[in-house]
């Protein structure tokens, strides 16, 4: 039997999980799309060992709550490569998937968080100057007003 999608479990902190829903209400997403997008930006850039020490420092960190994505299953298929290199390198044997997308996720929510929404609106083709918003700690994304379309008579 084919699956289009793989369900996994992560473990993220409150305020991870908070940027994520934040970054998913911005984008007009769900919290998996964004992760699957975070997740395109990261593991590209782990090309060798020495670049997955940053995820075993966010694995170290604890992380009390658990989350659950559908990913793709080709990016899926990524992950049990990562957490093999993540288990070269000292990390957890046990759960290697879902350690190394833990980790790839955290990893990305801890960049900057305008840099996070810039790099995903640019990433599903913004439109124009103003379509990158800017989320600020605390705030709620602001509703944009839409005036009335006025049809010629």
Known sequence: MDCDEVMLTVRITAAERALLRELARGHGGDVSDVAVDGLLEVIPALHDDACVLPLLRVLARPAPFALTLWLPAPVADLLPLLGERLVRTGGPAAGSA????????RLWLAGDR???????ARLHGGCGAGAVAVIRPGARPAAAAAEPVKLAA
């Not at 879902?98 to 996720?105: D, E, G, K, N, V």
């Open 114 to 120: 305008a840099a996070l929404a810039a790099g995903l």
């Open 98 to 105: 879902s350690a190394a997308l833990s980790a790839a996720l």
